[in-house]
C-alpha cells in the first residue's frame, strides 16, 4: 500500500512549484543565468559542440514547444521540483546546498543513462566529460534557481532558453528529429 505522505508531499512541493510565477521570483534568482551562459559557450564552442548556424528542418517551428515540454519541464520537474524540497531554505543554507548538489548528481547521471538505455545515437555526446561539464552547469544554475524563487518555471525557463538556442542557433542534437 502506498503511504498518502509522499503523494502529499510531492503535491505540496511539485504542485506549489507549478503554482508559482517566475514573475515573483527575486533577481537574485536568475543570478547564475550569466555565469550559466558564458561556462557553456565557452566549454561548448571549445569542444567543439557549438556551431553557428540555423537549424533547417520542416519541425523547425514547432521545435521550441516540443523543447518545452521535453526536455525542460518533464527534467526540471524531476530533478528540481521532486529532488529539492521546496521550502529547502527553511531547513538552512547548508542543506540547500546539498539538496541542489544531490539534484544536480542526478541530473547529470541520469544523460550517460538517458543515452545507454534509450537513445545510442546520444552515446558519444552525452559521455563526453565537456557536454556533462554543461550538464552540470545546467544543474547548479538551475537548483540555485529553484531553490530561491520556490518556482518551477524558473528552471524550467533556463532550461528551455538554453537547449532552444543551442539546437536551433547552435548546432545543438537535436534527438527530436532523430527519432
Request: proline share 8%; aromatic share 16%; hydrophobic share 60%.
Amino acid at each position: 500500500m502506498i503511504s498518502a505522505k509522499p503523494v502529499k508531499s510531492l503535491g505540496n512541493n511539485l504542485g506549489q512549484g507549478f503554482l508559482t510565477s517566475p514573475f515573483q521570483a527575486p533577481l537574485k534568482a536568475w543570478a547564475l543565468v550569466p555565469v550559466f551562459a558564458i561556462l557553456s559557450v565557452s566549454v561548448g564552442f571549445g569542444a567543439g559542440f557549438f556551431q553557428f548556424g540555423w537549424l533547417d528542418s520542416p519541425i523547425t517551428p514547432v521545435l521550441p514547444i516540443i523543447l518545452f515540454v521535453f526536455p525542460s519541464m518533464l527534467e526540471e520537474a524531476f530533478f528540481r521540483g521532486v529532488l529539492i524540497p521546496r521550502n529547502i531554505l527553511a531547513s538552512g543554507h547548508l542543506k540547500a546546498v546539498w539538496s541542489v548538489a544531490i539534484s544536480t548528481l542526478v541530473f547529470v547521471l541520469w544523460h550517460p543513462f538517458n543515452a545507454l538505455a534509450f537513445n545510442p545515437t546520444a552515446v558519444p555526446l552525452f559521455l563526453d566529460p565537456w557536454f556533462l561539464v554543461i550538464v552540470c552547469a545546467m544543474g547548479v544554475t538551475c537548483g540555485y534557481a529553484y531553490v530561491l524563487s520556490r518556482s518551477i518555471w524558473v528552471p524550467v525557463i533556463i532550461h528551455w532558453a538554453a537547449v532552444t538556442v543551442w539546437v536551433l542557433f547552435l548546432g545543438g542534437r537535436n534527438l527530436v528529429l532523430e527519432l
